[in-house]
Nanobody, 123 residues
């Protein structure tokens, strides 16, 4: 059974940084991709970034390019999202997800989800 557990959320001032982590377990993920999504109150869940386990190919939402960096540690089965230059509109619950195959940018293409971690950026 696939299990994804996020950690690292919190409250930070605008311009600050946070590092989110996702610990994955339950199977071999070599043919999978991992993604981060976020959902703000009253809004739909939106794609943030994704990475393939095998080659580390990445995909980013335009608004986070140059500020966020997604990475993975295959040996530890963990994925991280380094978030710099945070803005108030980055405030949301951030979710870790995984899917078979390559990276994808929509939530319905992902099969498994973590419980989410809150990120709040104050102005």
């Amino acid at each position: 059974q696939v299990q994804l557990v996020e950690s690292g959320g919190g409250l930070v001032q605008a311009g600050g940084s946070l590092r989110l982590s996702c610990a994955a377990s339950g199977r071999t993920f070599s043919t999978y991709s991992m993604g981060w999504f976020r959902q703000a109150p009253g809004k739909e869940r939106e794609f943030v970034a994704a990475i393939t386990w095998s080659h580390g190919f990445t995909l980013y939402r335009d608004s986070v390019k140059g500020r966020f960096t997604i990475s993975r540690d295959n040996a530890k089965n963990t994925m991280t999202l380094q978030m710099n230059s945070l803005r108030p509109d980055d405030t949301a619950v951030y979710y870790c997800s995984t899917r078979r195959g390559g990276v994808a940018g929509t939530a319905n293409e992902y099969e498994y989800w973590g419980q989410g971690t809150q990120v709040t950026v104050s102005s």
